[in-house]
DNA sequence: TACCTTTGTGTAACCCGTTACACATATTTT
DNA sequence: AAAATATGTGTAACGGGTTACACAAAGGTA
């Protein structure tokens, strides 16, 4: 059925060898063979078998990456510049949602190892270090930090966080509140420890101003709205992620309070759904579709053996400020630029 | 490094042969050598290398999933459908982001075929059916059909056309535009059809009220900012997706159009996001994870051998009403319910 | 000229499972 | 009791590549 070395030797009166070293570039081989063998290859359309490979060399070409759940906006990205930069290299990249259970990333673990699958990008925040290494496979954290063994690709969330609470001051908010992440997620304590780093040097803070929003944008709409009742005064909210901004915005209009003026969101990630909504969203930007490409050259790196230039690899954030926390609401918006 | 079946086999005193039968529950095992093998499994954790067994089997338990961009809305949810599916029933999943370009998309089937990937399930409207023919490999169709003889999985997009143009109406629109995805793609087309079916027995319908917007918010807005500078009769618009209709939604608000009350808008497919902006967005919603498992099972069946029921698989859309096709603004929200 | 190195190619072992086939023993069937 | 069938297990070929090793011929060096 499907043309073998075999074939294109016989085709071409040589040994598979001989076939093996023109199909790989390796070995000596002389011009003419290589051109009788070249031939061969064209005339049977020979594709070299990548079980066959992998069996004897124990690499698939294929890494993987697990992510908690693809339908999280942040994630979309995140997977395109990995896959991107990896098809690019011959790699073909299996996908992994996780759910944030450990057992899952085991599972995954243990059907990608079984398949010499040559590497792994780790979004998580629930697995151990010890997993990993018993696993002796190459791994590269991105988004969320493992161990300072392996190699890290995020940004500055506590800066991050410092920025946007800034950013609200600078505004002219006097009240801000935050809407804090999941407490096991690191990125989410960094960017709290941020907003502290700024707020609590301000004698009006109060414990209330901080608030729970597990990254999900109806728990955010909830608890604002539940803030906001007990606390009037606030006029600036620094959401932990932008779709938990997106959640004290519908929280907002639901009370009738205007954004921008008179309370001012700003939210986290830069994800796409920032540009797409009414008033657009101000955010810390990531740069993702960067960290997401650069995390997987280093997991090639890594792969073929050659050394990783940094561990921990921090990635600047961007502020963008949009209509969410201008005090006039006239910026100009990519509507507006366009015309 | 990794043990062998011939590890497992010296450990427990017997062939291989007979710890390969003891693993895949075949043949004739005794009981008692069946213990003596598990423990030996147990003992020395082993694992059967996926790789070698497809050298034999000519299978991976591996499948592809070709759509045009994970970062599309859209797909995230089509993807974790086939995923959580395929990881229950053995398989794993190897994305592939096509940029609807022909190019891509053969380079992937290239590369999935050399890999033995067992099947594959293509969202795509520039495949050749006879390159699929080609690569003579199991494939489905989902979201958009390809050939007749290839098992599609799509909704009604006609008749869900019909029903967002008719929602226009019952809700009292007078004079209803629509928001047309790009040239290619037949659901485009069909979702103008439906709208066409409707609107043509209307006697003030204009061509001017049937717009172009690429399935992207950018363009759409644009669009919309442009036909509703020019005809401000305007009550009603349907889009073609709901990234189209978040456009429109931005366009309204720029030119301070109050939606629902001066202008309704709907969209179709029925993602995330459309319960994300304020006012929330009606749309035609497709059941995309359904469908998704759906089309995995099938692809399944395809790949063991057995009959597919049906080889063309149509949904039903449904009509989800929110705030903005309400022409008061007070129907219950997510938050409301939640309160 | 004798010896060494480089070039060129083939044979066969190897990667690690699966299974056809052979063979032996146990259980039924007639 | 003989024949037929079911049960249990091992040997070795096979899948389709890669490469160590052997060997031969050509080119270079002293």
């Known amino acids: 059925m499907m043309t073998t070395i075999k074939d294109v030797a016989q085709e071409a009166s040589v040994s598979v060898a001989t076939v093996s070293r023109v199909i790989n570039s390796n070995g000596y081989v002389n011009e003419d063979t290589r051109k009788k063998v070249e031939a061969a290859v064209e005339k049977l359309n020979y594709k070299p078998n990548s079980v066959a490979r992998s069996l004897f060399k124990k690499e698939s070409k294929t890494i993987g990456i697990i992510v908690p759940d693809i339908k999280n906006p942040y994630f979309p990205e995140l997977v395109r510049g990995v896959e991107d930069y990896l098809i690019e290299k011959g790699?073909?990249?299996?996908?992994?949602?996780?759910?944030e259970d450990p057992e899952k990333e085991q599972l995954y673990l243990d059907v990608m190892k079984q398949k010499y699958v040559d590497g792994v990008i780790i979004v998580s925040n629930?697995?151990?270090?010890?997993?990993?290494?018993?696993?002796d496979m190459p791994v590269v954290a991105l988004d969320r930090s493992i161990h300072k063994d392996v190699p890290t690709f995020i940004i500055n969330?506590?800066?991050?966080?410092r920025k946007a609470t800034n950013h609200l001051l600078d505004i002219g908010c006097q009240r801000i509140a935050h809407i804090k992440g999941p407490e096991l997620i690191e990125n989410?304590?960094?960017?709290?420890?941020?907003?502290m780093d700024v707020i609590k040097q301000q004698d009006w803070f109060h414990e209330d101003y901080v608030i729970w929003g597990n990254y999900d944008q109806k728990e955010s709409a909830r608890a604002?709205?539940?803030?906001?009742?007990?606390?009037?005064?606030?006029?600036?909210?620094?959401?932990?992620?932008?779709?938990?901004?997106?959640g004290a915005l519908k929280a907002a209009d639901y009370l009738n309070?205007?954004?921008?003026?008179?309370?001012?969101?700003?939210?986290f990630d830069g994800v796409d759904l920032t540009e797409m909504t009414a008033p657009e969203l101000s955010t810390i930007s990531?740069?993702?579709?960067?960290?997401?490409?650069?995390?997987?050259?280093a997991l090639?790196?890594?792969?073929?053996?050659?050394p990783i230039k940094h561990q921990e690899n921090i990635f600047p954030s961007t502020l963008i400020q949009r209509q969410s926390t201008n005090s006039v609401k006239e910026n100009v918006t990519w509507l507006q630029k366009s015309l």
Do not use: W
């Not at 270090?129 to 696993?135: H, L």
């Not at 309070?257 to 939210?267: F, N, S, Y």
């Open 300 to 306: 090639i790196d890594l792969i073929e053996g050659r």
């Open 188 to 195: 989410a304590e960094e960017r709290y420890l941020g907003y």
């Open 91 to 99: 790699f073909t990249t299996i996908l992994c949602n996780s759910d």
């Open 257 to 267: 309070i205007k954004v921008p003026q008179e309370l001012a969101i700003i939210g």
């Open 126 to 135: 629930t697995i151990e270090p010890s997993v990993i290494n018993e696993y």
């Open 224 to 246: 604002t709205m539940a803030l906001l009742e007990k606390h009037p005064e606030i006029d600036g909210i620094f959401a932990g992620n932008d779709v938990m901004a997106l």
């Open 157 to 161: 969330n506590r800066e991050g966080g």
């Open 286 to 297: 990531q740069p993702i579709y960067q960290m997401s490409t650069h995390a997987a050259e």
